[in-house]
């Protein structure tokens, strides 16, 4: 079995939210709450590009300085342009304050403070 490989919520699994580089996980429990919400309003599987991320890894990324995913309180979702604006309004009703489109890459992140 690989690292991480461990469901911890009816929908998603650990190793969705390891970082890119170097495999470090850190989660808000608050986030799967709030990803299980919203998959459940969607009503479509959800797939995640980005969980949490180490500092190193946010950099190379070129996120925020302060990104919320550095503390395991941020998602982004593959998501094609045309399915943005709905999912954008459902991760609001699920909870997520910081919600950001981005047309060009297929995805939208979701986060919370
Ligand atoms: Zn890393
Ligand atoms: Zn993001």
């Not at 690989?2 to 608050?30: A, M, W, Y």
């Not at 070129?62 to 094609?80: E, F, N, T």
């Amino acid at each position: 079995m690989r690292l991480n490989d461990i469901r911890i919520s009816p929908h998603f699994k650990l190793r969705e939210f390891q970082c890119g580089c170097c495999g470090t996980v850190k989660l808000r429990p608050e986030l799967i709450a709030m990803l299980e919400a919203l998959r459940a309003l969607w009503g479509r599987p959800i797939s995640l590009t980005s969980g949490y991320r180490c500092e190193q890894h946010n950099r190379a990324v070129g996120g925020a300085s302060r990104s919320l995913h550095m503390a395991g309180r941020a998602a982004d979702i593959s998501a094609r342009p045309d399915e943005q604006k709905p999912l954008r309004l459902y991760a609001f009703d699920a909870g997520f304050t910081e919600v950001i489109c981005g047309e060009e890459k297929n995805y939208i992140h979701v986060g919370f403070n």
